[in-house]
């Protein structure tokens, strides 16, 4: 009987101890996901207070969270549209970026841009966003509801793009929709749609680009456009640029 007691006894410390050995491990991973989070946030705070000192900005923009394209990225496209001084750019979806690049344009003295929002709603929202902001006569919201495109024997449920101008050259194309809900590689469709009416040294910022639909979306862009230029910047969603080199 004794010698059960002290068995019971041992394996009950060899259990508190492996219980204690969780904790732990519990909470270092609390600790170093804390800091990771505190280093993520202190980083997008600074590309925000860098946006609005870049943009030189009078008024506060909406938020950048959730669906909203991050600081770190709206300040990598900011910054290229600022010294690249695009005449044209077209963005996939509307929003907080919309009010970044008319900035850009306005403090360009030259340029225009053009975005796709499939959602009336939140078309409306963005240019009264742009009124708001005196930003009206530098970026234009189209209606573009999604509507299936053959592409690649496949259908994708992409942006309608008829009211685009007819002769559209493109400098920038910035890509940040449609959501990645509506279908996988939600966002190929913007290669053989737009890309043809890339203009020479034009650049492509694509958002979100560390999820796995978006590299696949890139290596099938390159596959089928050879002269794209692929880098990437540093952000928190992950941000690919691809030059259109031809």
Not at 47 to 58: H, I, R, V, W
Not at 158 to 172: C, G
Request: with cysteine; charged share 20%.
């Amino acid at each position: 009987m004794p010698l059960l007691l002290n068995s019971l006894t041992f394996l009950l410390l060899l259990y508190s101890l492996y219980k204690l050995r969780n904790a732990h491990l519990l909470l270092f991973d609390m600790r170093d996901q804390a800091r990771s989070d505190n280093a993520s946030l202190f980083r997008q705070l600074e590309a925000l207070q860098g946006l609005y000192a870049e943009l030189d900005l009078k008024s506060s923009l909406p938020p950048t969270r959730d669906w909203a394209a991050s600081p770190d990225f709206l300040l990598e496209v900011a910054r290229h549209a600022r010294s690249a001084r695009p005449a044209c750019v077209v963005e996939c979806s509307s929003g907080v970026s919309t009010l970044v690049l008319a900035r850009c344009m306005q403090l360009n003295g030259a340029g225009s841009v053009i975005s796709l929002e499939h959602d009336p709603h939140y078309a409306e929202k963005t240019r009264l966003q742009l009124r708001l902001h005196g930003l009206q006569d530098w970026a234009q919201v189209l209606d573009a509801p999604l509507r299936p495109h053959t592409l690649s024997g496949e259908s994708w449920p992409w942006y309608t793009i008829a009211a685009l101008p007819a002769e559209l050259s493109i400098d920038l194309l910035v890509i940040d929709g449609p959501p990645q809900a509506t279908r996988a590689q939600a966002r190929y469709p913007a290669g053989p749609l737009l890309f043809p009416r890339l203009a020479p040294e034009a650049r492509i910022f694509l958002d979100d680009a560390a999820r796995s639909d978006e590299l696949a979306i890139v290596q099938r862009w390159q596959q089928e456009f050879p002269a794209l230029q692929l880098s990437s910047r540093v952000c928190e969603k992950g941000c690919a640029v691809l030059l259109n080199a031809s």
